[in-house]
């Protein structure tokens, strides 16, 4: 499996008809602000360095941010959070992402979700989220130096695992549980949680720009 080759797969998916519909139907209304885009409206694949040791996962493609762009955490508040601090941290060359052609590379960081199909209310079901494990599954196999998993949520956290239970790892009884800030070792690999950062979070309390930063500085100090 090539990276060409996947991606290719994960843009043509078409296992989730719930979620097809909602993409296409977002695209075709498509928010009032945004109403001269053309919205990508399909599936989104992963984007950053192949040969990257930290693999962010988050939960799915926003409706109006990669459902939009065709690049994951792209051209929304989320974004705007995970890529500002990605800059801050020397995980990208710029502190915006705004489209795929705005000049964004990452540093030794890949990004993917998941879920690669905008859910409604940003619920993707068991059944859709299985359907997308084995991209994740083919991403952990071709991502051959990757060291630190940052999980954005509980969804991610727990689709993480369920992958690392599929490649065979020895994984503790119970499941540690996800809490903001968790770092974790599962073999080789560490995993570090955080809270997602929705508008949800961020405009609540519930995650600050100093808790934020707390888990990019940690990351930092991992790979260093």
Known sequence: MSWKR?????????????????????????KPEFAQFDYWGK????????????WILGL????????????????????????????????SNQPHSNHPMDGLKLNNTFISAAARCAPPNNKPTPEELNNCSKYLLKEFELLKRKKLFLVLGK?????????????????????PRFEHGLLYQVDSYQILASYHPS??????GVLTPQMWDAIFKKAKTILT
């Open 6 to 30: 996947l991606n290719s797969q994960i843009i043509h998916c078409t296992s989730c008809p719930r979620l097809r519909l909602y993409c296409q139907g977002i695209a075709r209304k498509r």
């Open 43 to 54: 599936p989104v694949p992963g984007f950053g360095r192949i040969e990257a040791q930290l």
């Open 60 to 91: 799915a493609p926003g409706a109006h941010g990669a459902n939009r762009t065709g690049r994951m955490f792209t051209g929304d508040s989320s974004g705007d959070w995970l890529y500002s601090a990605l800059h801050r941290h020397g995980f």
């Open 155 to 175: 969804i991610a956290f727990d689709s993480l695992f369920k992958l690392l239970k599929q490649k065979g790892f020895e994984l503790p009884r119970p499941l």
């Open 199 to 204: 508008r949800q979070n961020t405009n609540t």
